[in-house]
């Protein structure tokens, strides 16, 4: 078994790795994590699929892997994960075609408040609906491809230790009753994105897909954008008694590690449902794996997106 940390990258976790024949799709895959994401797994002999909202810039990043990777398959599919017009027609664009790799890599944090297209708060309809309903309209393309291959399928969700901080609020997630708090918003996104990990993995291993949860680490991406210095000074308060958090900046390649080993490694055959960290299994809180929150986010979440 490898020997890996947070200083581990993306080519650490692929070395002798060949996933030709393997389809993946990467969401958010214009720059930062899931540019490098996308690269990596190309590299190593996947086809790769970058879905992003901003299509011309995924075919930048498209074109840029080529470069390093002659030969790379790569294809381009417009998602916008905060309208789900947008997610079910990207779904309907990939019908029939086996996917062996779902990273749920897009987010937005610290948004100013904002509602989607459908109405929903957007730190939770972009990190958590616009994901929940892309991965559970291509649940039969996740089946599809570990039929024919023999192999479990997997789903990547990238969360963030920011979880930790805030649940989820069942009774209130968009903020039609509460006070808006960008800080809580993006936590309890996160939060979710934890549980609709470990709900997919009791619902559908048997189906041959495992599912994993993820936390890159610190690392500067356009992510941050909308933060100001007020925010940044927020999240060093918030960060107390976390020594390093704020400091211990991460690469993108070793940022995006995580998310690649979740995807590809064999040690990881049997700890469906777990939470991942530094290229390790950790252990996300208790609000994010609680098996009736779970459940019952899941439910909601199908009645707000219909499904």
Same mark, same amino acid.
């Given at each position: 078994m490898n020997v890996f940390g947070p200083d581990t990258t993306t080519d650490d976790v692929l070395t002798?790795?060949?996933? &030709?024949? +393997?389809?993946?799709?990467?969401? /958010? !895959? *214009?720059?930062? $994590?899931?540019?490098? &994401?996308? +690269?990596?797994?190309?590299?190593? /002999? !996947? *086809?790769?699929? $970058?879905?992003?909202?901003?299509g011309d810039a995924a075919a930048v990043v498209a074109d840029g892997i080529?470069?390093?990777?002659?030969?790379?398959?790569l294809f381009v599919t417009a998602l916008d994960l905060a309208d789900l017009s947008s997610v079910r027609a990207a779904a309907a664009s990939l019908d029939g075609q086996p996917i062996d790799l779902l990273i749920n890599n897009a987010g937005v944090m610290y948004t100013p408040f904002e509602r989607t297209a459908d109405g929903f708060e957007l730190q939770f309809g972009t990190n958590h609906l616009g994901h929940f309903l892309l991965t559970t309209l291509l649940l039969p393309n996740l089946e599809a491809a570990a039929t024919g291959s023999g192999t479990a399928s997997r789903v990547v969700t990238v969360s963030s230790d920011a979880h930790r901080a805030h649940a989820v609020d069942l009774d209130d997630p968009n903020f039609r009753e509460r006070d808006y708090d960008k800080f809580v918003a993006y936590a309890q996104s996160k939060?979710?994105?934890?549980?609709?990990?470990?709900?997919?993995?009791?619902?559908?291993?048997?189906?041959?897909?495992?599912?994993?949860?993820?936390?890159?680490?610190?690392?500067?991406?356009g992510l941050s954008r909308y933060m100001s210095r007020d925010?940044?000074?927020?999240?060093?308060?918030?960060?107390?008694?976390?020594?390093?958090?704020l400091t211990n900046l991460k690469s993108v390649p070793a940022a995006a590690a995580t998310s690649v080993w979740a995807a590809t490694a064999a040690e990881l055959d049997s700890a469906g449902g777990t939470y991942l960290a530094d290229c390790a299994v950790g252990r996300?809180?208790?609000?994010?794996?609680?098996?009736?929150?779970?459940?019952?986010?899941?439910?909601?979440?199908?009645?707000l997106v219909g499904r």
């Open positions: 002798g790795v060949d996933l &030709t024949g +393997r389809t993946a799709l990467v969401t /958010g !895959a *214009t720059s930062g $994590l899931g540019g490098e &994401t996308a +690269r990596a797994l190309a590299a190593s /002999g !996947a *086809t790769v699929i $970058l879905a992003a909202r901003d080529r470069e390093v990777a002659p030969g790379a398959e939060a979710a994105n934890v549980l609709m990990t470990v709900e997919l993995q009791k619902r559908h291993a048997d189906s041959g897909i495992q599912a994993y949860a993820v936390h890159p680490g610190v690392c500067a991406t925010d940044f000074a927020e999240m060093k308060a918030m960060s107390a008694g976390k020594p390093g958090l996300a809180s208790g609000h994010a794996l609680d098996p009736v929150t779970a459940a019952t986010l899941w439910e909601l979440s199908g009645q």
